[in-house]
């Protein structure tokens, strides 16, 4: 029931009920007054001609008794009458089955109205009497008289109860009750059908609407009229039609949005005016949880020099930059306000890495400081035993001598230094060439440790090979330019193991690459230093090469070459000592 009345058919139904109820009750009040007051007209002009008949026949009839059937014949059911002289007496009474007919004729009597009658008009008028039938109680009746057609013999009252009248008019009730009854069922009717062919579509409209809200943009209302319903209805489909169109692109834009976040190499970071991240892409996340994990101990989810930047920003509505460095990272921040209409609804702050261009500024940095230093001492040698013999310090020719081979080793050193840099400068920039060849890894690993076996022996150092069931592995290589790698991993770990130590030479195979390892038995390179042993000029510890005739570019060429042949070099520490570099290959 109360989904009926809250339901736009009960709704309606309920106002074109009322108001058609209202219009039948009104209608139905005023034919009620006006077939009353109809009958009672009615009524009085019947008693009138009544009266006037009755005089007729009683003026006419010698007859007494004749006259009196006719008038009784004459009278109505329920119809009295009474004949008065001048006297005021009764001269004939026409009452049958009247019990109380002496206190009907002396009230009809007593009247003024009657009491002081002129004979030559006539009246009627409606009076309570005794009940005709029962004693001590009165009705209502119509009471009419008329004189008599001969003047001075007196008038003829004629009197009737309403109960007669009311029977009409109980009979015609009955008919515009039932009249309205029928209209009642009937304004139901096509309230209903009325109501459910307007409410027909707007329930369509309403499953349309909780579909649209679903996100089913492809729901439609069958337009079957061209009414404004109708065209509500194709409005209504445009519409989704155009939600669709519109959602479409948001999603499009949002997609595009989301997709060059993601691919962005910048940590960016959309904020509230209270500082609540709304929108964040992975780098971001990435630094924030870097971040947390290192600041376990603060509650603030973000660092506190971000917040002091934004909460300038939104003061100020300015952009803020600045280079902070969290978890020692370094990173440049930038921080502008967003605006809504006139108003900054909160601040995107974009955070650019540069922890990798700090390390490359202080490699470049320490590469023109390693070269100037190691191109130096040579230069400095040159000029001073050049000077040396220019000035004829040299008293002997053994001096003399020593002095000119001391320039030419220096020379030479100088020599492989930028023979060096030039190799690694051609091998960064893709110049260098590769000649492969089907090469034997274990002949190859033989022949590389019978050329360091005069070296290993004058170190009291023990080299091996290890083939692990490799003895006929083949892979297509550059030989000479992998000789130059192991050449100088071999003569690293040589010089790098202490007496007594080992070096030994492995070989692992992979379905699609094989794996050889130079492994020492020295102190082995930190922890720390690993990461960075094939930069150039990188050296972990910088006394541990003194007096000896590296160049500090040799990991840095070895990395070069196993990258050009598509393969990787990369160093570990041992599980218990030592160093263990490996080089991997692709078998083809």
Request: negative net charge; charged residues 25%.
């Amino acid at each position: 029931m109360n989904r009926i009345w809250n339901s736009i058919v009960g709704k309606l139904w309920a106002t074109i009920l009322l108001l058609v109820s209202f219009v039948l009750f009104i209608v139905t009040a005023l034919l009620l007054e006006f077939f009353d007051n109809f009958h009672t007209r009615q009524a009085e002009e019947t008693l009138a001609r009544e009266a006037k008949t009755v005089g007729s026949i009683i003026i006419d009839h010698e007859n007494e008794s004749a006259m009196k059937l006719v008038v009784n014949d004459i009278l109505n059911n329920g119809t009295h009458a009474m004949v008065v002289g001048n006297d005021g007496q009764v001269v004939y009474s026409f009452h049958e089955g009247v019990a109380n007919v002496e206190s009907i004729e002396e009230k009809i009597l007593s009247d003024k109205l009657f009491s002081e009658k002129n004979e030559d008009e006539n009246s009627s008028k409606q009076m309570i009497l005794p009940s005709l039938t029962e004693k001590e109680v009165s009705e209502r009746y119509i009471v009419s008289s008329t004189p008599l057609p001969n003047e001075g013999e007196g008038y003829v009252v004629v009197y009737q109860s309403f109960e007669a009248i009311h029977d009409t008019t109980k009979w015609t009730t009955h008919i515009v009750l039932l009249s309205a009854f029928i209209a009642f069922i009937l304004t139901t009717f096509f309230a209903f059908f009325l109501s459910t062919r307007i409410t027909r579509p707007l329930r369509q409209m309403k499953e349309a609407a909780f579909e649209l809200s679903k996100g089913n943009f492809d729901a439609r209302i069958p337009v079957k009229q061209n009414d404004e319903i109708g065209q509500l209805s194709t409005a209504f489909n445009q519409m989704g039609r155009q939600l669709k169109y519109n959602v479409e692109l948001i999603k499009q834009d949002k997609e595009q949005l989301s997709s060059i976040l993601t691919s962005m190499t910048d940590a960016v970071i959309t904020f509230n005016r209270d500082n609540t991240i709304l929108l964040s892409n992975p780098q971001a996340e990435n630094v924030l949880q870097k971040w947390s994990f290192i600041n376990q101990d603060s509650k603030e989810l973000l660092p506190p020099e971000i917040i002091h930047m934004l909460e300038h920003a939104v003061m100020f509505a300015e952009e803020v930059d600045a280079e902070l460095e969290l978890g020692k990272r370094f990173f440049v921040v930038k921080i502008s306000p967003l605006y809504s209409k006139n108003s900054i609804r909160g601040a995107v702050a974009v955070l650019r890495d540069m922890t990798e261009q700090h390390q490359l500024d202080k490699l470049r940095s320490d590469f023109i400081a390693n070269v100037s230093h190691e191109l130096r001492t040579p230069i400095s040698m040159l000029q001073g035993y050049s000077e040396a013999i220019l000035d004829g310090v040299p008293e002997t020719a053994e001096e003399n001598h020593e002095m000119v081979k001391i320039i030419h080793d220096e020379s030479q050193r100088m020599g492989r230094l930028v023979t060096d840099l030039l190799d690694l400068a051609r091998m960064e920039s893709g110049h260098m060439r590769l000649y492969k060849s089907e090469m034997a890894v274990i002949p190859f690993l033989e022949r590389m440790r019978n050329k360091f076996m005069q070296v290993a022996k004058d170190a009291n150092v023990d080299l091996e090979v290890e083939a692990n069931g490799s003895e006929m592995l083949h892979l297509q290589a550059d030989e000479d330019r992998i000789e130059q790698v192991f050449t100088n991993l071999i003569d690293n770990a040589i010089r790098h193991t202490p007496d007594g130590g080992r070096v030994k030479l492995s070989v692992e195979k992979y379905p699609k690459s094989v794996a050889i390892s130079v492994i020492d038995t020295g102190s082995g390179i930190p922890e720390e230093d690993l990461p960075f042993v094939f930069e150039r000029f990188y050296k972990a510890d910088k006394a541990r090469t003194r007096g000896k005739s590296g160049t500090g570019l040799g990991l840095a060429i070895a990395k070069n070459i196993a990258d050009s042949h598509g393969g990787s070099i990369s160093a570990r520490r041992g599980e218990k000592e030592g160093t263990i570099f490996t080089c991997v290959l692709p078998l083809e």
